[in-house]
């Protein structure tokens, strides 16, 4: 791992350690955050059951509105590309915040995650299966941590 990834992931664990305050600040600002939300965000680290994998790392993930549209090999040629796309409501309100999506096709598919947004850091955490909100930071499988991409 390189440096940069190895500070990204302390990072993001030290964001992780403030969630419970910094969930706090947030009260009542679904709005704020919706609209913080908003452009383009590329995975930059993945951690399953608390370590370290390359699943997902170079993912995009575009939020237009309440619309978000995952292009999970962005430097393959479009064709090639897989794209997914869905809709989500958040809810800052709870203690930790809630990003849930449903898949945009009829498949019925959705997911229930964890979000933090620091910044230009956006960290998620899921669990297998996705359908299964994680009751704390802790009881996740997953852990997304993403970087805003400024200019797209």
């Known amino acids: 791992m390189n440096v940069w990834k190895l ?10 350690a403030l969630c419970p305050v910094a969930s706090t600040f947030g009260a009542g600002e679904e709005k704020l955050d919706q609209d913080l939300l908003q452009g383009t965000w590329e995975c930059v680290a993945t951690l399953h059951d608390g370590k370290q994998v390359q699943n997902f790392v170079g993912t995009m ?12 090999n962005p430097k393959d040629p479009p064709s090639k590309q897989r794209i997914q796309k869905m809709t989500f409501k958040i809810d ?9 999506w449903t898949q945009a096709d009829t498949s019925g ?32 499988h997953w852990l997304y941590i993403c970087r805003r991409v400024r200019g797209r």
């Open 109 to 140: 598919k959705f997911g229930r995650r964890l979000y933090v947004l620091a910044g230009d850091i956006l960290i998620w955490c899921a669990n297998s299966p996705e359908t299964q909100q994680p009751a704390s930071w802790n009881t996740g």
């Open 7 to 16: 500070a990204l992931v302390m990072w993001g664990a030290f964001l992780l």
């Open 61 to 72: 993930g575009i939020i237009n509105g309440n619309h978000l549209t995952f292009i999970f």
């Open 92 to 100: 800052p309100n709870q203690n930790p915040k809630q990003f849930d």
